[in-house]
């Protein structure tokens, strides 16, 4: 070793330092595979774009290369980005532009392409020298407002130039045109959908922030691939928009066609999405030429500019099912797209559901829509300030006009106009650079109305800066401008897939009770448990009685049906009766909190099946006990969340009793705890939101309360059933219509032997009557054993009701076939009415036998009904 390189070896001692090779390796390749991760292979969740698309499209900005200028060539865009903003190579810049121009690989193109771009079957694109290029109109919403500072900007390669770190994107990109890309030990597929359903999943959860995916898939049914096809089955889209990751088997779309008597031909119309069309025609004629699919006679693709169209010709008396099967298994007729929703939040990598998908859109446009309104704002108040001095000097124009011939210089007369006016610096020189024409009224007048729109304008801009929900409604309006001007038609059908996994398949459908304990205990158990029998029998034990809990509510449902549960506290739930766990007839069931999200002391009062999706029409009626009434449209319910809704507003006293489902020209019966009802028209109660208190149904008496609601659509009698057992039907023509608000009549005569009355149904004479006690007992007997009495009676007795126990809950049931009768008892003296004469079922009472009430009577029970509901009476 020379004397200079000791010399140097001995300068550099004490600058090297011992690494080990091991930990600067893994150094080295994080560092490598963050920055291909970041700037090169994930896109952003706010946009969808990767580094490379969001280059050419600013590049193609500054070129104004919009769609109302000409195209221009490929290569000067290329040319452009690389030298400015993308220092790769050029096939990398021009592959990723072709990708944005091909309307078969993504949904809504953001280039227009002009030339040779490539094609379905696999052919390249024609050189960049070649092709021309501009943007498209729905690109230009991509971009709109880059000028008013809505996105921050950082500096290119060589820190000469400012490039956005996102565009300001009007519409989810992400979602709209989807994206795929491979990185370091990661990629993304995130699949195309279509425009109008993003955007209006997009909309519902900017009015409902809380919503969930499976809120959003109301909206976004599923992919929307640009070639069409078939998805099969939902599982795979469920997965993907719920976890991130979902499998969706997709197919091609295909028809047949008779070629003569004995012959058929299989015609492919779309692929699924990302198959080479030359190479599945290719795979398909080398199945046949190795003899492994059968029954092909020719293979030709007949595609055009009408579209896609290959048509397989079948030999004579081949079955066409069995070939397309067998093409569907060996081919990419049918074909899996793995879904994978890998996108960068805030830089970083991560798996996105739908709604985080949706929410981190619905941040990133608040902030665009924020930045955008502060840079107007500042704008506008701008303008406002030079319009304030051009005014005041139009106002004194005598006395400025001498200020400045009195003046030297520029700068002499500007201090003078601040110093004698008060202007500021903008404000002089704005005067000093006003024209001799603004002297004219007619400018004058023109500057006022200008600065009094610009004061509106101000007014209105900070209103969007101070109330997030109108900043909201501003991006909902935009949103649903793009919808109407760029969205079409959903290319890709979503069809049920034999096997596809749904919960209702597995479930066997049939009638079930559902019953609900007074501590809120549910359970389920078919409906066949409880055998008929005759009135005045025992009954059978539904459940059995612990800690003084007891069966409070019963309900007759479907196994299948989907029910929207109501609670006492005015809220909405919704669930699937199978999801109810089934339980022996004497046991205690699910604690209801377990299956839906309950406050605690919260009580479910009222359940209903849901209707299919014609929901138009159809309202909720909802009583409370302290007589109030409310009207609502079903549609308010459709979307309903985990957490429930708000059904009706409650005070602090009051609890909902019950809710119907009506078409709007329905009469309501409502039955109070001391024997009183009223009948009345529905349409007397107008149409209110959810969040509504409701109006006055009836004017009850000092410790009365309402207990049941019914529909005269239910049936023609009226069944009043006592605490105690006693029962009886009464025809509904005596419940004559009154006018709601008023204190109804008397529905029956309650004595201390009947007790108080526990409920009040309608029906039309053929169902079964299910009576509940406060010990868990249940009797089933049937309507047309109940005799029919007038209003102003009492009753017999139907069930034998035990010392210190009540019937607490009354429901009707489909009739089943009863077992052998139960020999009749002897009526008692309870049976029997005033006249000691016992009360047979069979026949029909006579009006004195009745007790029905005279002239007197009706006259006195006509003085205590109110005429006319109180315009004012809402609550």
């Known amino acids: 070793m020379s004397d200079k390189e000791n010399l140097n070896l001995e300068n550099n001692v004490g600058r090297l330092e011992p690494v080990d090779v091991e930990d600067e390796l893994k150094k080295s390749f994080i560092s490598y595979a963050m920055a291909v991760i970041v700037t090169r292979a994930l896109p952003d969740v706010r946009d969808g774009l990767k580094p490379v698309h969001r280059r050419i499209l600013y590049s193609m900005v500054e070129l104004g290369n919009t769609p109302d200028k000409p195209y221009r060539k490929s290569a000067r865009i290329v040319g452009d980005c690389l030298g400015k903003y993308h220092p790769h190579g050029d096939s990398s810049v021009y592959d990723a532009m072709v990708r944005l121009a091909q309307d078969f690989t993504i949904r809504c193109p953001l280039v227009d392409g002009q030339g040779n771009f490539g094609s379905v079957d696999g052919d390249g694109a024609a050189a960049m020298r070649y092709t021309e290029a501009r943007l498209t109109k729905l690109a230009m919403e991509m971009v709109a407002d880059l000028d008013k500072e809505t996105v921050d900007f950082y500096p290119n390669f060589d820190e000469t130039l400012m490039q956005p770190a996102v565009m300001p994107s009007r519409f989810p990109n992400l979602l709209v045109n989807g994206s795929s890309g491979i990185a370091v030990g990661m990629a993304t597929n995130i699949p195309p959908h279509n425009l109008g359903e993003v955007i209006d999943g997009t909309v519902y959860m900017l009015d409902h922030p809380e919503a969930t995916s499976e809120d959003l898939m109301q909206f976004v049914k599923g992919p929307d691939f640009p070639t069409g096809g078939i998805i099969l089955g939902k599982r795979g889209i469920y997965d993907a928009y719920n976890t991130g990751r979902g499998r969706i ?143 005041i000097a139009l106002d004194r124009i005598d006395e400025v006009i001498s200020i400045i011939r009195a003046s030297q210089t520029d700068q002499i007369a500007k201090d003078a106009l601040m110093s004698r006016f008060g202007l500021s610096d903008r404000q002089a020189q704005a005067i ?60 890709t059908e979503i069809s049920a897939m034999e096997g596809d996994i749904d919960m209702l398949d597995l479930v066997k459908e049939e009638d079930t009770v559902i019953t609900l304990t007074h501590r809120g205990y549910v359970k389920r158990l078919p409906k066949t448990t409880y055998r008929a029998q005759r009135r005045g029998g025992k009954g059978i034990m539904g459940a059995q009685a612990r800690d003084e809990d007891f069966v409070e509510q019963l309900y007759v449902t479907s196994t299948h049906d989907v029910l929207m549960f109501f609670t006492d506290r005015g809220r909405a739930y919704q669930m699937n009766c199978y999801m109810i766990p089934e339980a022996g007839r004497g046991a205690r069931g699910t604690a209801i909190i377990n299956l839906m999200q309950l406050d605690p002391g919260e009580k479910v009062t009222a359940m209903l099946p849901v209707p299919g999706e014609k929901t ?74 959810r969040q509504a208190t409701g109006v006055r149904a009836l004017d009850l008496r000092e410790g009365d309360e309402l207990i049941e609601m019914s529909t005269t659509d239910e049936g023609e009698y009226v069944l009043s059933i006592t605490e105690n057992g006693f029962g009886k039907r009464t025809e509904l023509s005596e419940y004559r219509l009154q006018s709601r608000g008023g204190k109804g009549i008397k529905a029956l005569n309650l004595s201390e032997k009947s007790g108080q009355l ?111 509901p109180d315009p004012e009476d809402e609550i």
């Open 249 to 391: 088997l997709t197919r091609a779309r295909t028809e047949f066609e008779e070629i003569s008597s004995n012959r058929q031909r299989i015609v492919v119309r779309e692929i699924p999405y990302m198959v080479n069309k030359a190479r599945l025609i290719e795979k398909m004629a080398q199945l046949v030429h190795e003899k492994r699919l059968d029954g092909i006679s020719d293979i030709r693709d007949e595609s055009d500019r009408e579209g896609m169209r290959i048509a397989i010709d079948l030999k004579r008396d081949a079955n066409p099912n069995v070939v397309l099967n067998t093409l569907y298994k060996h081919t990419q007729l049918q074909e899996a797209f793995s879904v994978n929703m890998l996108a960068l939040v805030n830089g970083e990598p991560k798996i996105l559901s739908l709604r985080q998908a949706v929410h981190h859109y619905i941040e990133h446009q608040i902030d665009v829509v924020t930045r955008r309104t502060k840079y107007d704002l500042n704008k506008a108040e701008a303008r406002a300030h030079i319009l304030e001095g051009l005014l």
């Open 432 to 491: 000093l650079d006003m024209r001799l024409r603004r002297l004219t009224g007619l400018e004058r007048d023109k500057l006022q109305a200008e600065y009094e729109e610009l004061q509106k304008t101000i007014a209105y801009l900070r209103s969007l800066l101070t109330d997030e929900h109108l900043l909201r409604g501003v991006i909902k309006q935009e949103l649903l401008e793009i919808k109407r001007k760029y969205a079409d038609p959903r290319r």
């Open 616 to 689: 138009e029409g159809l309202y909720l009626v909802m009583a409370t006990r302290r007589g109030v009434i409310k009207r609502v449209e079903l549609t308010e319910f459709v979307n309903m969340r985990k957490t429930g809704l708000i059904a009706v507003n409650l005070r602090e006293d009051d609890a909902l009793i019950g809710v119907k489902l009506t078409r709007g020209d329905s009469e309501i019966v409502l039955g109070t705890r001391q024997g009183m009802a009223i009948r009345f028209r529905e349409s007397d109660v107008r149409a209110m939101g």
């Open 758 to 868: 526990a409920g009040q149904l309608l029906a039309h004479g053929g169902e079964d009557l299910l009576l509940i006690t406060d010990d868990g007992t249940i009797i089933r007997t049937s309507v047309n054993e109940i005799p029919v009495h007038g209003r102003a009676t009492m009753g017999v007795r139907l069930m034998r009701v035990a010392q210190h126990t009540r019937v607490v809950s009354v429901t009707l049931a489909e009739p089943d076939e009863p077992d052998e009768p139960d020999e009749p008892d002897e009526p008692d003296a309870e049976d029997r009415d005033a006249a000691g004469e016992a009360r047979i079922p069979a026949q029909e009472p006579s009006a004195a036998a009745d007790g029905q009430p005279d002239a007197l009577d009706r006259l006195l029970e006509d003085l205590e009904e109110n005429p006319e």
